[in-house]
C-alpha cells in the first residue's frame, strides 16, 4: 500500500463560525427546551436523565436508572450503615468516576482538603457524578428590600450573599461604551430581574441582534422585547400599550450570558381597566422569597424559570403567563483541510481479487526422475475500458476505483478514513486530488 505525505500547501486550518438558535418557553415552572416535552424510556423515566428545559452536558447515562439511589458523592454505601470495600465498587446501573484515597492524594473538585483527611480512610472510593446538568434561572432584586446594585445583604440566615449586580459591575461598566443604557448599576434603585442563561447553551457570546424575550397572557402576547439595535440595548415592540414601544425595558450581556430586566410599566390592559383581575395579577418572590403581587411588567418576566415560584401561591395563580425566550449562540469549530492527490501514472494497481483475471495459476509438469514441478502463471490485468468494439485489440489501460482514503500518523498508525460516496474511477493519465476535512 503506497503511502504519501502532506505537502506545504496541503494542509490548512480554519475556524468555523456557527450560530445555532436556542428556543425556550416557561409556563406553570415548566421549561421547554427547543420545544422538547419530557420522554419517557424504558429504564428510566427521562431518556436524557435530566428534567424538562435541562440539556445534560456530557450526554452520559441515557436512559438508564439507578440501581442503588443511596449511592451518593462520597464514600460509597448501599443501605443506611454498611460499607462498601475498595475492591467491590458495585454496578450502579449509570455510570460515575471514581477514585481511591491513597498516596496519590486524588479527589474530586468538590472534595475538601479536610474533607479528603478526615471523611475518608485510606483505601475508601471517593466517587463523582456525570448527572450535570444546565439550564436557564431567573433571580428578582425588590428595591425595596435589596437592589440589584447592593454589593451584599443579609438574608433571614444570617449569610452574607453576593449579589449579581456587584458581581456584572465590571461587565455592565466595560459594556457602557455600547449605550447608557448599561448605567443603571449606579443606581438602581428600582425592582430589577435577571435572567442567566448557561454558556452551553450559547457558546463564545450570544449573537447580537437575535434575543427576543416573548411576554404571553391567557396565550396572547402582550410584549416583545429584542435588541434590535444590536447595542444590548431590549427594545419594546408591539406592547399591550403602544405608549411604551421604543422604551428599553432591559440589557444584554453577550459574553456573559445575562438578561438584566428593568422595565416597571403595566403591560396588562383588562377590559374595563380592572388591573385587579386575577388572571392578570401576578404573584412572585424575590430573593429572600418574601411574596409579591403585581400587574404583568417586565421586571416579572419569566416567572417559573428555576426561581422556586410555584404556579399557584394563595388565591393568585400564574396560570395564565407564559414566557418564550430565543436567541442564537456563537461557537467556533476548529477544523482541518487535507488534500490528497493521486498524481498521473500513480495508484493504478489493486489487490483486490476482481483485479485480475483469475485461471488456473499453478501449473504441472513431470520431469525424467518422476518428481513434479510447480511454477505459478502470470494473471492478467481485467481490461474494463469502454469500447466501441465486441473485442477490441488496442492496449491495455489499468483502472482502478478509489473508495477510501486513509489518513495515517508519523508512525504510520491508521487515524481516520475517509469514505467516498461512490468509487471514483482511477486511470493512468488522470490526476485526481480528494479534498478532505474533519472538525476538531
Known sequence: MPLYKFGAGDLFYNRIKTHPSSSFFTYLSNIYYNNRGSENGQFANSVPNVPVGHLNLFEYNVDRSEAFPDVKTGKITVGPSSSISSSNVPDTG?????????????????????????????????????????????????????????????????????????????????????????NFISGASSDTTVIQIPSVFYGSEIKKGTVELNYYVTGSSIGILRDSKRNGALIQHSGNYSTNDGEVAGVVLYKEGFIILTGSWDLSDPIGGDQSDAKFRMADRDVDRTLITTNPRWTRFGMGTNDNVSPAVGDLTLGSASFGIDFAGTHTIPTVTMLAHANRGELNHSNNRTYNEYHSNMSASTALTGTFMYSERSMDIKKIHSSSYADPTGSLQKTTYITKVGIYDRKKKLIGIASVAKPIKKTEDRDLTFKLKLDI
Open 94 to 182: 449509570i455510570i460515575f468516576p471514581f477514585v481511591y484515597k491513597g498516596l496519590s492524594k486524588v479527589a474530586f473538585k468538590n472534595i475538601t482538603r479536610e474533607q479528603y483527611i478526615h471523611d475518608y480512610a485510606p483505601g475508601d472510593v471517593i466517587t463523582g457524578s456525570y448527572q450535570l446538568s444546565s439550564s436557564l434561572t431567573r433571580q428578582v432584586y425588590v428595591s425595596s428590600s435589596h437592589n440589584f446594585n447592593d454589593g451584599r445583604y443579609q438574608k433571614s440566615t444570617g449569610d452574607f450573599v453576593v449579589t449579581q449586580g456587584s458581581a456584572l459591575k465590571n461587565s455592565l461598566d466595560y459594556a457602557r461604551r455600547l449605550g447608557d443604557h448599561y
